[in-house]
């Protein structure tokens, strides 16, 4: 009986859509390019344009695949901020997925009082080839320091084809 409810799925479209698969991928992203400008106001505040790679580890369409940010993170130490950009990610098969992203960076207490850095947010699919031409996709990023340097990225999500497709 479930083969055949999954043959009728298949006939009347609804399989993939029914299929698609909740995922996780972490990615230490490294930076390559980066242009800053540092506000001279005593505020600290700063925009970092930044191009950083590195490669998606986890579960799910992404798993394995090259990753480049191409980000602008406008910062106020201390107080908060609103990072945002596009990841392209590069299956090995040669799929490319244009995700857009955003977070809002705010700045919570460690325990001993100092500053710790937040950044949640979410991610859309907003285009793609191959596997990801015509799919629609959505999830949460969150961001945290992987080193003095490096970002470790963690999108969490799901990817099914368009309504309609």
């Avoid at 705010?106 to 850095?117: I, N, T, Y």
């Amino acid at each position: 009986m479930a083969r055949l409810l999954l043959i009728a799925a298949v006939l009347i479209g609804l399989a993939p859509a029914a299929l698609a698969e909740p995922f996780k991928v972490e990615v230490v992203l490294a930076p390559k390019e980066s242009m800053k400008l540092a506000f001279k106001d005593g505020s600290k505040h700063f925009v970092l344009l930044v191009r950083r790679k590195g490669k998606a580890k986890g579960d799910g369409p992404f798993d394995g695949a090259s990753v480049v940010e191409f980000g602008w993170h406008d910062i106020i130490p201390g107080v908060a901020g609103d990072p945002h950009g596009y990841l392209v990610v590069t299956t090995a098969g040669g799929d490319i997925a244009y995700l857009k992203w955003s977070v809002r960076a705010v700045f919570l207490s460690k325990p001993d009082g100092a500053p710790r850095l937040a950044d949640h947010g979410f991610w859309e699919l907003a285009s793609g080839t191959g596997a990801f031409a015509g799919k629609r996709g959505v999830g949460t990023l969150t961001i945290k320091p992987a080193s003095k340097t490096d970002r470790l990225f963690t999108l969490e999500g799901e990817i099914t084809p368009a309504p309609g497709a």
